[in-house]
């Protein structure tokens, strides 16, 4: 149980152009999903929570018109890199707490992003 | 703000021989959580273990087990009978503060598992 799927794995895409990932429960609901950035050889960094229904909370130093969270289910949480660059290529991966649960998260496989 | 520290960026273990990895954090509560996750090359993050910090006694896993003394804040894992598919970054996280569900990581320490 507790699966997270992320799609989609990888994506490469022009500057200026938009990109959705999307981050799903596929075995539970979570109430609270979590954005995090990733890069080389480093631990994880949050970005943002989401809890549905809500908007997101980001983190300091997070532009919240660059990185859009939609949280609209108890399954589904959508991270868009609006007009992307290539400093906005890395590592990007979710994960979501099981509604009821305690702090434990669950992951995604994380998503691959390179803006050329 | 809580901090976790993992003092060994890189760790190696001969196969089926034992390491421990360290992880010592910071907190004011009394209650909480510790993780233990493994990110593979695959780059999937996947939980190990967890500890509440109530409970006395250490969490064990099939070869996955801590050693967890809450008076020094040392969160330990042990790895019993390494093998190859154990080799991966493993990062020791708790959340920041009581009621949070987020989690504060670690830096990780890579583990190599030695044929």
């Known amino acids: 149980g507790a699966v997270v799927s992320q799609h989609p794995s990888w994506v490469i895409c022009k500057s200026g152009t938009s990109v959705k990932i999307e981050c799903r429960s596929l075995d539970f609901q979570a109430t609270t999903m979590f954005w995090y950035r990733q890069f080389p050889k480093q631990s994880l960094m949050l970005m943002a929570t989401?809890?549905?229904?809500?908007?997101?909370?980001?983190e300091q130093g997070v532009e919240k018109d660059k990185f859009l969270i939609n949280h609209a289910s108890l399954t589904l949480s959508t991270l868009t890199v609006t007009s992307a660059h290539p400093e906005d290529s890395s590592f990007y991966i979710c994960?979501?707490?099981?509604?009821?649960?305690?702090?434990?998260?669950?992951f995604g496989p994380g998503t691959r992003l390179l803006v050329l | 703000a809580q901090t976790v520290t993992q003092s060994q960026p890189e760790m190696s273990v001969q196969e089926a021989e034992t390491v421990t990895l360290s992880c010592t954090y910071d907190?004011?509560?009394?209650?909480?959580?510790l993780f233990w996750y493994k990110q593979p090359p695959s780059r999937q993050m996947i939980l190990v273990i967890r500890?509440?910090?109530?409970?006395?006694q250490n969490a064990t896993e099939n070869r996955f087990s801590v050693n967890f003394q809450k008076a020094a804040k040392s969160f330990s894992l042990k790895i019993s009978d390494s093998q190859l598919g154990d080799a991966a970054m493993y990062f020791c996280?708790?959340?920041?503060?009581?009621?949070?569900?987020?989690?504060?990581f670690g830096k990780g320490t890579k583990l190599s598992v030695i044929p």
């Open positions: 994960s979501a707490r099981s509604l009821g649960g305690d702090e434990t998260q669950y």
């Open positions: 500890q509440e910090a109530y409970k006395q």
């Open positions: 996280a708790t959340p920041p503060r009581a009621g949070s569900y987020q989690l504060t």
């Open positions: 907190t004011s509560e009394s209650d909480y959580y």
């Open positions: 989401s809890n549905e229904g809500s908007k997101a909370t980001y």
